[in-house]
């Protein structure tokens, strides 16, 4: 079948798939299905970027420490602390060997403190510095606490300037 080229938007009731054929066998591969469920089963190309929001997987930080790579990479941190807690972030180098950050890579974290009774505070470790905005404007970008109880939710944006160093923003 000849490529095919729109100038529009192309739009299914249906869905979409992509599919690979064996060159020697003939069978049929789904590769990858478009529609209110999209899935991904063989994915070959590089340098895409996925913002899951789901967080299957969240970690744990109940008292002062150091996060680990591996706890900020899950994208969900969660504290039920009745002390205040100050959670540092692991240093660029390892944080950006977890997620194998290059220049521009961006991780969003969100700290959930509303089953906790204080407060949280984040802390960045070497490789890792504050915004220039969160410097600027300590209430809004720069406020680096979450509160106690119902509304003890922050979102914070981790971005590489490089495999080894981030900036680190708070965005709501």
Do not use: C, K, W
């Not at 209110?36 to 070959?44: E, F, H, M, R, Y």
């Amino acid at each position: 079948m000849a490529n095919t080229t729109f100038s529009g938007p192309v739009r299914s009731e249906n869905g979409f798939q992509d599919i690979s054929i064996n060159a020697t066998t003939g069978a049929v591969t789904v590769d990858a299905t478009f529609g209110a469920t999209t899935s991904v089963t063989n994915l070959t190309t590089t340098n895409l970027v996925f913002t899951d929001q789901n967080h299957p997987t969240t970690a744990a930080i109940n008292a002062t420490a150091t996060a680990t790579a591996a706890e900020v990479a899950t994208g969900y941190i969660t504290s039920t602390s009745a002390a205040a807690t100050t959670i540092t972030l692991p240093t660029g180098t390892a944080l950006g060997a977890a997620i194998s950050a290059v220049r521009g890579t961006v991780l969003e974290l969100y700290v959930d403190n509303t089953a906790g009774a204080s407060t949280v505070t984040m802390a960045v470790a070497t490789n890792g510095v504050l915004s220039s905005a969160a410097v600027d404007t300590a209430g809004s970008f720069g406020d680096l606490t979450i509160a106690a109880g119902a509304t003890g939710l922050g979102r914070f944006t981790i971005m590489f300037s490089s495999a080894t160093a981030y900036v680190f923003t708070r965005t709501a």
